[in-house]
Nanobody
Framework: VQLQASGGGLVQAGGSLGLSCAAS????????MAWFRQAPGMGREFVAG????????LYSDSAKGRFTISRDNSKNTVSLSMKSLKPEDAAVYYC???????????????????WGQGTQVTVSS
């Protein structure tokens, strides 16, 4: 299983950015997916998650109302659309897969089995 995150870059505060994560593996449609982020000197924190069938999503308080997670099981991709970005959103963003079918979206990084390599998001003030 490989997860390949892309779409990071430099954006001004208040701007928008879209991240994408492409997954290899035939079981993608059974995985709950999530985005995490890690700023320098900080732990890896949950940003957003989505059920295997896209039927439910969950956001951190900081992401709620500004970020949107979505997935396309026909393309094995999960995306994170971010708007109204703030300097505190700057971090390396990681996509992650929880490879057991279930109805819970976990916010702990320990529950995720596969990780992408991360993509840098920089927000200038």
């Amino acid at each position: 299983v490989q997860l390949q995150a892309s779409g990071g870059g430099l954006v001004q505060a208040g701007g928008s950015l879209g991240l994408s994560c492409a997954a290899s593996g035939r079981d993608f449609s059974n995985w709950n997916m999530a985005w995490f982020r890690q700023a320098p000197g900080m732990g890896r924190e949950f940003v957003a998650g989505i059920l295997w069938n896209g039927g439910r999503v969950l956001y951190s308080d900081s992401a709620k109302g500004r970020f949107t997670i979505s997935r396309d099981n026909s393309k094995n991709t999960v995306s994170l659309s971010m708007k109204s970005l703030k300097p505190e959103d700057a971090a390396v963003y990681y996509c992650a897969a929880h490879d057991t079918v279930g109805l819970k979206i976990y916010q702990s990084r320990d529950e995720y089995d596969f990780w992408g390599q991360g993509t840098q998001v920089t927000v200038s003030s």
